[in-house]
């Protein structure tokens, strides 16, 4: 009883965000952040045209920015004047 409590906690705490309390969708939890970031910089590494370095860093920095998001401090946001 007390294993399979601690098993769902931890579940709930990996899946929700904690000041949001929505889930997080799968690909920008940070658990699958190494696995899925191989493809992106295989893509980055390959040595091709233009358009495939063009192409592979979109992908990565919007990805980046995906979870970033997903992650982000919900409950104490930063402004705008801050960033620049």
Same mark, same amino acid.
Not at 8 to 35: E, G
Not at 37 to 63: E, H, M, R
């Given at each position: 009883?007390?294993? #399979?409590?601690?098993?769902?906690?931890?579940?709930?705490?990996?899946? &929700?965000? *904690?000041? !949001? #309390?929505?889930?997080? /969708?799968?690909? /920008? +939890? %940070?658990? @699958? %952040? *190494?696995?899925?970031?191989?493809?992106? !910089?295989?893509?980055?590494? %390959? *040595?091709?045209?233009?358009?495939? !370095?063009?192409?592979?860093? %979109? &992908?990565?920095? !919007? =990805? #980046?920015?995906?979870?970033? =998001?997903?992650? +982000?401090? @919900?409950? #104490?946001?930063?402004?705008?004047?801050?960033?620049?």
């Amino acid at each position: 009883m007390n294993k #399979n409590l601690w098993e769902s906690k931890l579940m709930k705490q990996s899946i &929700i965000h *904690p000041d !949001t #309390n929505k889930p997080i /969708f799968w690909a /920008f +939890r %940070f658990s @699958a %952040f *190494p696995v899925l970031n191989i493809p992106i !910089t295989t893509l980055l590494l %390959f *040595p091709g045209s233009t358009t495939i !370095t063009v192409a592979s860093q %979109f &992908i990565n920095q !919007t =990805y #980046n920015v995906a979870i970033n =998001y997903s992650n +982000r401090n @919900a409950s #104490n946001p930063m402004p705008n004047t801050k960033l620049s």
